[in-house]
């Protein structure tokens, strides 16, 4: 049989099913609906070029992942799918003409292989605040018109949709894996087993636990983050830009009032998923200093996710070493909606034996044994 069976229903898994289905496979996507999926609580910013991290592999991969929603998106939609993207832009804020400069810099340069970018201004305070009217006016910023924020919950789902209509199977419940006498992986749910001919594992902070079950030490782990939805009452805040801060929080803007401010990095409370008030302390006091009008926002609710991040601090993708039919990735951290569709995709490129667009020795999946 040549079933693909995916473990893993996020954003990652999701995009790897839409790719592989309807090309000549059988696919079933298996996922027990942990609370705390990275997918469910994401913000869902696509803005990666102005980042300051260093490491060139992410960056490649963050850019490329950008870049892929102009294709993907149409896709989508031509099937009437809903996916909660919007390219309403970025306005990256500081107190700071100097470190504005030289972030527009940066951009500048990056643009020249990134177009997406589109146009870049240097905006005052008083043209910040007319974009995101909530923003305290000791701001200017600089604005990127190429960026997009996307509802990672309606994208899942759309891409999911989109896959069963292509003959997608889709199973809630808890899979295992064990090895035959061959050496083979084998999918099972409740005891019984799923024929596969290929097994892709993308169950982000507990994929560790699938790999261990075949003997391979895989490090995984999952970061905390507090996110707090917010209504402003009488708004209509569709084409809100994207606000990002000198600090490494964020505020983004969906439709009919909806505020969304984050996130928390916690690295000490393992995987809990109970909201804090410490932790929405932080949020709300980062996010009420640059925006002190929200605060007779309606507080709606507070979202927690866990982050997968691997021992290098980069996504990983290929083969399990000693289980050949198995195909892996992880890692996406907090870019996980910027490299998500794209990296799935990927996947699917690589269990159909077809060439991938990425060079796959910065993402080895050795760099995460332990």
């Given at each position: 049989m040549d079933q693909i069976v995916i473990i893993g229903g996020g954003i990652l898994g999701a995009s790897a099913a839409y790719h592989l289905s309807g090309r000549g496979r059988d696919v079933t996507l298996i996922d027990r609906k942990d609370s705390g999926q990275a997918t469910d609580a994401a913000a869902g910013i696509i803005c990666p070029w102005l980042s300051q991290r260093r490491n060139?592999?992410?960056?490649?991969?963050?850019?490329?992942?950008?870049?892929?929603?102009?294709?993907?998106?149409?896709?989508?939609?031509?099937?009437?799918?809903?996916?909660?993207?919007?390219?309403?832009?970025?306005?990256?804020?500081?107190?700071?003409?100097e470190k504005l400069a030289k972030m527009e810099e940066r951009a500048l340069w990056r643009r020249e292989e990134a177009p997406e970018i589109g146009d870049l201004r240097q905006l005052d305070e008083k043209e910040t605040v007319s974009l995101f009217p909530y923003l305290s006016n000791r701001y200017s910023s600089l604005y990127v018109s190429g960026a997009a924020r996307v509802d990672g919950r309606m994208l899942r789902d759309a891409l999911l949709k989109g896959a069963e209509l292509k003959g997608l199977k889709i199973i809630n419940g808890s899979a295992s894996l064990q090895k035959d006498a061959e050496g083979n992986v084998e999918v099972?749910?409740?005891?019984?087993?799923?024929?596969?001919?290929?097994?892709?594992?993308?169950?982000?902070?507990?994929?560790?636990?699938?790999?261990?079950?075949?003997?391979?030490?895989?490090?995984?782990?999952?970061?905390?983050?507090?996110?707090?939805?917010?209504?402003?009452?009488?708004?209509?805040?569709?084409?809100?830009?994207?606000?990002?801060?000198?600090?490494?929080?964020?505020?983004?803007?969906?439709p009919n009032g909806k505020i969304v401010a984050g996130a928390t990095h916690d690295d000490e409370h393992g995987m809990n998923g109970k909201p804090t008030?410490?932790?929405?302390?932080?949020?709300?006091?980062?996010a009420l200093d640059i925006a002190p009008a929200l605060?007779?926002?309606?507080?709606?609710?507070?979202?927690?996710?866990?982050?997968?991040?691997?021992?290098?601090?980069?996504?990983?993708?290929?083969?399990?070493?000693?289980?050949?039919?198995?195909?892996?990735?992880?890692?996406?951290?907090?870019?996980?909606?910027?490299?998500?569709?794209?990296?799935?995709?990927?996947?699917?490129?690589?269990a159909l034996e077809e060439e991938v667009e990425i060079d796959v020795s910065n993402y080895a999946v050795e760099n995460t044994l332990h």
């Open positions: 060139k592999a992410w960056y490649s991969l963050a850019k490329a992942g950008a870049a892929y929603y102009h294709e993907l998106i149409p896709m989508l939609e031509s099937k009437g799918l809903e996916t909660g993207y919007r390219k309403v832009g970025a306005i990256s804020i500081h107190t700071d003409p099972r749910i409740d005891g019984e087993k799923i024929e596969a001919k290929q097994v892709i594992i993308t169950a982000g902070c507990w994929a560790g636990e699938l790999a261990r079950q075949i003997g391979i030490p895989i490090e995984v782990r999952g970061q905390k983050a507090q996110i707090a939805h917010m209504k402003i009452a009488d708004a209509e805040t569709a084409t809100w830009p994207v606000v990002m801060p000198p600090n490494d929080q964020y505020m983004l803007a969906f008030a410490g932790g929405i302390h932080e949020v709300l006091n980062k605060s007779d926002a309606e507080y709606i609710e507070t979202r927690v996710g866990f982050r997968p991040f691997t021992a290098g601090f980069l996504p990983v993708i290929g083969k399990l070493p000693d289980a050949s039919n198995v195909l892996f990735a992880n890692g996406l951290g907090a870019s996980g909606l910027t490299v998500g569709p794209f990296l799935g995709k990927q996947l699917a490129h690589m």
